[in-house]
């Protein structure tokens, strides 16, 4: 393993500790404070303070994006951060959330870890190195036909201007697939897409922690990740749609048939 990804492991191990330990005073912790946000921002804080610490003893140049604490430092390395991916499924004891680290090098996703501390699943990759699950090699799925896949989705819940285009996606999924999931938590989709536990994956309004980390998994386990026309710019744009190659194309046609004006413009033009 990586240098760099090892202590990306060690961060991300912390800090499931801490999301571990309380998740099983939910009760307490939500009578004591008042308000359920007090206790998500106190246990998000915990838990990305924790990464922050490892990353930076080791690494004490390299910048920062995280989810709670913003945007820091300037270098051609760079931490991408989501502390607990799934908020509100950590709030009501929904046991489906997951710590999501990154690092970017000179903008190019190198390393990822996501790491699910309910079911101790750990996924890793490093670009050129294959994706990993509890050390294990994962691939993305070998289904052909869009007719047989579990898809996953999250529901717009920032950009609600978006929703009646995202309606008419999801319907024209619902009939043209064997499922469509909706676990709350992006980084556990895209890791889960990566092991073949989904075929694919789409999102509109995601945040680049939401992403950066499952999707090197994805593309390091042999699958396609792009924005809602198929190409880069998905951390940019927050609009994001992966799967295998077989499934990402029969994704994107579904999609463009519902593409407004307004999502063709988030998500840019065709690479060259």
Request: aromatic residues 6%.
């Amino acid at each position: 393993m990586h240098p760099m990804l090892n202590i990306a492991v060690k961060a991300a191990r912390r800090a499931g500790n801490i999301i571990v330990r309380a998740s099983d005073n939910l009760d307490a912790l939500t009578v004591r404070h008042k308000s359920l946000n007090d206790l998500v921002s106190e246990v998000d804080r915990a838990a990305e303070d924790a990464i922050i610490d490892v990353l930076k003893t080791a690494y004490p140049d390299h910048a920062i994006l995280a989810e709670e604490s913003g945007a820091a430092g300037d270098s051609e390395y760079c931490w991408i951060i989501d502390p607990l991916d799934g908020t509100t499924n950590f709030l009501h004891g929904f046991p489906v959330y997951a710590v999501s680290i990154a690092m970017t090098h000179k903008g190019v996703l190198t390393h990822a870890v996501v790491y699910d501390p309910m079911r101790n699943d750990l996924f890793t990759a490093s670009r050129g190195g294959g994706a990993f699950l509890n050390d294990r090699r994962i691939r993305v799925s070998k289904r052909d036909k869009l007719i047989d896949c579990l898809i996953a989705t999250g529901f717009p819940f920032r950009m609600f201007e978006h929703t009646d285009a995202y309606m008419g996606m999801m319907k024209d999924f619902m009939r043209k697939t064997a499922g469509i999931r909706r676990p709350g938590a992006a980084a556990l989709d895209l890791a889960n897409v990566a092991a073949g536990r989904m075929d694919g994956f789409w999102e509109i309004g995601l945040s680049p922690w939401d992403m950066a980390a499952g999707a090197l998994l994805v593309q390091e386990a042999g699958g396609l990740v792009g924005n809602l026309q198929g190409n880069d710019g998905y951390l940019e744009s927050g609009n994001i749609v992966a799967a295998s190659p077989r499934i990402f194309p029969q994704m994107l046609e579904v999609i463009g048939a519902r593409l407004t004006d307004a999502l063709r413009a988030d998500s840019g033009k065709p690479t060259a």
